[in-house]
């Protein structure tokens, strides 16, 4: 059996990342509808987001191979700092800055990372996604740069990875 090669065209990531504070999920591996919009968007405020997981490894040598190994560890997280906008004489408002109040420091909840689909598309059961447990850190005010012309006033949050993540998670319709 022949195998003929192919090359994937990609997804371009311009618009098509959504990423959702979520304060509570009951059973990650089953995420409902209803618990996912009770959550807030934060494709269009965050500059980014990375979640930046790696693999440990351990050598692995035997006693009469003339060759060593790898053995494959534990799995880490150590997301980014996201960064988004805020109004320093305005940080309750309700409308433009409402992501402001819902990233509480040390307040835990979940991401839900979903790829692939136009940020506008709203979330349904049946699409696919990444679920993050995490905790939220203080907020660290980022420099005020008044050299650059786009500079805004901008928050610098650490988030942690406090369980298992779940990856290609489907959305369930139940409540």
């Not at 050598?59 to 190994?69: F, H, K």
Request: glycine content about 10%; aromatic content about 10%; some cysteine.
């Amino acid at each position: 059996m022949s195998m003929t090669a192919v090359e994937p065209t990609g997804i371009n990531v311009a618009g098509k990342a959504c990423l959702y504070w979520v304060p509570a999920i009951a059973d990650p591996a089953n995420p409902t509808l209803t618990e996912l919009n009770a959550g807030i968007n934060l494709s269009k405020i965050l500059y980014a987001w990375d979640p930046n997981g790696t693999q440990a490894t351990s050598e692995r040598w035997r006693y009469g191979s003339e060759t060593g190994g790898q053995n494959l560890g534990t799995v880490t997280y150590d997301p980014a700092e996201v960064e988004y906008d805020y109004d320093p004489q305005a940080p309750d408002d309700a409308d433009e800055y409402a992501h402001y109040a819902a990233l509480v420091p040390d307040l835990g909840g979940f991401l839900y990372d979903r790829r692939g689909l136009p940020t506008a598309t709203a979330l349904a059961a049946g699409q696919f996604g990444d679920v993050y447990p995490a905790k939220l850190g203080k907020r660290l005010r980022a420099a005020a740069v008044a050299s650059e012309a786009a500079s805004t006033f901008h928050i610098r949050q650490k988030i942690v990875i406090t369980g298992e993540v779940l990856q290609d998670i489907e959305i369930v319709a139940g409540s």
